[in-house]
């Protein structure tokens, strides 16, 4: 409602403040006063019982379409879209020893003709293009190389920030840039709970989290400057985050958003608090605005959904029902164990008006939820207004990945979506690592 | 009379251990949902580069040793980070000897394996 209000008083100020040809006057005038009277059309997403297309297994909301942009890619962890019109994915195992992929359409049918690998000897999760360069990261280095005209990359790549411990659990560093000269680094915390022992049933919570300290946060550096050591040399810029795979700028609002997995097995740890219902869904998948300085909480305090508050975790002392005032409010709680793990925010406006400032978040979908099926293998949109605010209720974007529902164990979903990234012409790029690996293209083609 | 009493009492105490084993049968399938499922999940089917899938497991049908030592000791039984999947295991060393033999035999004879059957005499040599 205000944005239509400033919408027109700027349209109006460009009116006065001109001295336009009186058919444009009134042309203009005219547009003023439809974008005035015609509401936005609704935000409704697509339906959890939608058919998938038969070509491409996925569902999509009316007016969009999808092709398969690449097939049997690798293990596809995140994506980027350069302006040279080249599709990068970074890849979780090597395929033929390398660990990432190029994908190009040259006659624009949706559908990549040519690939070319690189990376390698590397595996890795992140992907990006910053200021003339492709960034990627394997699990203990963020690296980068001038981007070609097309194609792979040639040489060997700079290493810009380097000396994160070689993990196995939350080990992969995804990335993101803000409008500054900045990387941002996911530093995933390789625990459940932060409990002494590691997932042992009745282990104590430590505390202070020795963990905070090296992990579980998001590291900042210059993305232009070689060599950066994450302890040295890293700035901390947020913590309390148990893994942020799910991390993105929106240049909207300027500022960072963080989607964080939630901890596992509240039933198996805790019988006598949570039943499997009860453990399936909590706790949430946290979406936070995250600023300098933010504290999401973990692994003192969870967010329960249903409740709409912040408790306290049964390693420190938490029953279920106990607030904690540990850990800033998400701007969303999306059910348990759905796996945040990539999120996009739109720079161009090929997509429809209600779809352009939100976030994108992929879930890759849950394990934690046994007994009960599992979920959450979609695409949702969350929608943001110009301060990076939440306007309105999330919708799912994209579905129908996984395969027939229920899904009861993690094995029988046929795709599990992951990476996303804009391309130069703003159609939407999906990726997933399971079944071989995917990429598909969904482009916007009105009703 | 004191001894029919006596009798009944461990006769009571009898039935009563008897139900709650009728409750909860200490069979491998129920210990392995118990304790294992959550992670391997209820088929077996794992979790792609997280938990390791249970089907036709090299370690399942290894000696018996190997799959003992795992539930005993977990993934430091080979090495955390050395298996290829991103999760570790914690031991189950607070199991007896026969709920562990009960659940090797689950794992060894289930899942498209035929390692064979565990007993609890296999385990305790391999306690530390």
Same mark, same amino acid.
């Given at each position: 409602?205000?944005?239509?209000?400033?919408?027109?008083?700027?349209?109006?100020?460009?009116?006065?403040?001109?001295?336009?040809?009186?058919?444009?006057?009134?042309?203009?005038? #005219?547009?003023?006063?439809?974008?005035?009277?015609?509401?936005?059309?609704?935000?409704?997403?697509?339906?959890?019982? +939608?058919?998938?297309?038969?070509?491409?297994?996925?569902?999509?909301?009316? &007016?969009?379409?999808?092709?398969?942009?690449?097939?049997?890619?690798?293990?596809?962890?995140?994506?980027?879209?350069?302006?040279?019109?080249?599709?990068?994915?970074?890849?979780?195992?090597?395929?033929?020893?390398?660990?990432?992929?190029?994908?190009?359409?040259?006659?624009?049918?949706?559908?990549?003709?040519?690939?070319?690998?690189?990376?390698?000897?590397?595996?890795?999760?992140? %992907?990006?293009?910053?200021?003339?360069?492709?960034?990627?990261?394997?699990?203990?280095?963020?690296?980068?190389?001038?981007?070609?005209?097309?194609?792979?990359?040639?040489?060997?790549? =700079?290493?810009?920030?380097?000396?994160?411990?070689?993990?196995? #659990?939350?080990?992969? $560093?995804?990335?993101?840039?803000?409008?500054?000269?900045?990387?941002?680094?996911?530093?995933?915390?390789?625990?459940?709970?932060?409990?002494?022992?590691?997932?042992?049933?009745? /282990?104590?919570?430590?505390?202070?989290?020795?963990?905070?300290?090296?992990?579980?946060?998001?590291?900042?550096?210059?993305?232009?400057?070689?060599?950066?050591?994450?302890?040295?040399?890293?700035?901390?810029?947020?913590?309390?985050?148990?893994?942020?795979?799910?991390?993105?700028?929106?240049?909207?609002?300027? /500022?960072?958003?963080?989607?964080?997995?939630?901890?596992?097995?509240?039933?198996?740890?805790?019988?006598?608090?949570?039943?499997?219902?009860?453990?399936?869904?909590?706790?949430?998948?946290?979406?936070?605005?995250?600023?300098?300085?933010?504290?999401?909480?973990?692994?003192?305090?969870?967010?329960?959904?249903?409740?709409?508050?912040?408790?306290?975790?049964?390693?420190?002392?938490?029953?279920?029902?106990?607030?904690?005032?540990?850990?800033? %409010?998400?701007?969303?709680?999306?059910?348990?164990?759905?796996?945040?793990?990539?999120?996009?925010?739109?720079?161009?406006?090929? %997509?429809?008006?209600?779809?352009?400032?939100?976030?994108?978040?992929?879930?890759?979908?849950?394990?934690?939820?046994?007994?009960?099926?599992?979920?959450?293998?979609?695409?949702?949109?969350?929608?943001?207004?110009?301060?990076?605010?939440?306007?309105?209720?999330?919708?799912?974007?994209?579905?129908?990945?996984?395969?027939?529902?229920? =899904? %009861?164990?993690?094995?029988?979903?046929?795709?599990?979506?992951?990476?996303?990234?804009?391309?130069?012409?703003?159609?939407?790029?999906?990726?997933?690592?399971?079944?071989?690996?995917?990429?598909?293209?969904?482009?916007?083609?009105?009703? | 009379? $004191? *001894?029919? $009493?006596?009798?009944?009492?461990?006769?009571?105490?009898? *039935?009563?251990?008897?139900?709650?084993?009728?409750?909860?049968?200490?069979?491998?399938?129920?210990?392995?949902?118990?304790?294992?499922?959550?992670?391997?999940?209820?088929?077996?089917?794992?979790?792609?580069?997280?938990?390791?899938?249970?089907? &036709?497991? !090299?370690?399942?049908?290894?000696?018996?040793?190997?799959?003992?030592?795992?539930?005993?000791?977990?993934?430091?039984?080979?090495?955390?980070?050395?298996?290829?999947?991103?999760?570790?295991?914690?031991?189950?060393?607070?199991?007896?000897? !026969?709920?562990?033999?009960?659940? +090797?035999?689950?794992?060894?004879?289930?899942?498209?394996?035929?390692?064979?059957?565990?007993?609890?005499?296999?385990? #305790?040599?391999?306690?530390?």
């Amino acid at each position: 409602m205000n944005s239509k209000i400033f919408g027109v008083s700027v349209l109006t100020l460009v009116l006065v403040g001109c001295s336009a040809p009186e058919e444009a006057q009134e042309a203009a005038h #005219q547009e003023a006063t439809e974008e005035a009277t015609v509401a936005p059309a609704p935000l409704v997403g697509v339906a959890d019982d +939608a058919a998938v297309d038969a070509v491409t297994g996925i569902s999509l909301p009316s &007016g969009f379409k999808a092709t398969v942009f690449a097939d049997d890619i690798g293990s596809a962890r995140h994506l980027t879209a350069a302006s040279n019109g080249w599709v990068y994915a970074a890849l979780f195992r090597p395929k033929d020893g390398m660990g990432a992929v190029a994908l190009y359409d040259p006659d624009g049918d949706g559908v990549a003709d040519e690939r070319q690998y690189f990376a390698a000897g590397m595996q890795g999760t992140g %992907m990006g293009v910053y200021d003339g360069h492709l960034y990627y990261s394997t699990d203990t280095e963020v690296m980068r190389w001038p981007l070609p005209e097309g194609g792979a990359p040639v040489g060997d790549a =700079v290493v810009i920030a380097q000396g994160f411990n070689e993990e196995t #659990q939350h080990a992969s $560093k995804n990335i993101a840039f803000d409008g500054a000269g900045n990387l941002y680094v996911n530093v995933g915390a390789p625990s459940n709970a932060s409990m002494t022992e590691m997932r042992t049933k009745g /282990s104590p919570g430590m505390r202070p989290c020795p963990i905070l300290e090296q992990y579980g946060g998001t590291w900042r550096f210059d993305a232009s400057k070689p060599g950066q050591d994450q302890m040295k040399d890293g700035y901390h810029y947020a913590t309390g985050i148990r893994n942020g795979m799910s991390m993105a700028w929106n240049t909207h609002a300027d /500022s960072l958003y963080v989607a964080m997995h939630g901890r596992d097995q509240l039933a198996s740890f805790f019988p006598d608090m949570f039943t499997n219902e009860q453990s399936a869904e909590l706790p949430s998948e946290e979406f936070h605005k995250v600023s300098d300085g933010s504290d999401l909480g973990w692994p003192y305090s969870y967010f329960d959904h249903s409740k709409g508050t912040r408790m306290v975790m049964p390693e420190y002392g938490g029953d279920g029902n106990m607030v904690s005032d540990e850990g800033q %409010m998400p701007l969303v709680g999306f059910p348990g164990h759905w796996a945040p793990n990539g999120m996009m925010f739109l720079k161009g406006d090929a %997509m429809p008006a209600q779809y352009r400032k939100g976030a994108y978040i992929a879930f890759h979908g849950s394990w934690n939820r046994a007994p009960q099926p599992q979920q959450g293998y979609r695409v949702v949109y969350v929608p943001l207004d110009d301060a990076g605010n939440v306007s309105g209720d999330w919708v799912t974007f994209a579905n129908g990945f996984a395969g027939p529902d229920p =899904v %009861m164990s993690p094995r029988d979903a046929v795709h599990r979506p992951l990476g996303l990234a804009e391309g130069p012409d703003g159609a939407i790029y999906i990726g997933s690592l399971a079944s071989g690996g995917r990429v598909w293209k969904v482009t916007y083609e009105g009703e | 009379m $004191k *001894a029919n $009493k006596l009798l009944g009492a461990v006769l009571m105490g009898a *039935a009563f251990s008897a139900s709650v084993a009728a409750l909860e049968p200490q069979t491998g399938k129920a210990l392995y949902e118990a304790n294992c499922a959550v992670c391997h999940q209820f088929d077996g089917g794992g979790v792609p580069f997280m938990q390791p899938e249970l089907f &036709g497991s !090299k370690r399942a049908n290894a000696p018996k040793g190997a799959v003992i030592d795992i539930i005993l000791f977990g993934s430091a039984a080979e090495g955390a980070g050395q298996s290829g999947f991103t999760n570790e295991m914690p031991g189950f060393d607070f199991l007896t000897n !026969k709920e562990i033999a009960l659940i +090797a035999t689950y794992v060894r004879t289930n899942f498209e394996n035929n390692g064979g059957a565990v007993v609890a005499d296999d385990v #305790q040599p391999r306690r530390k």
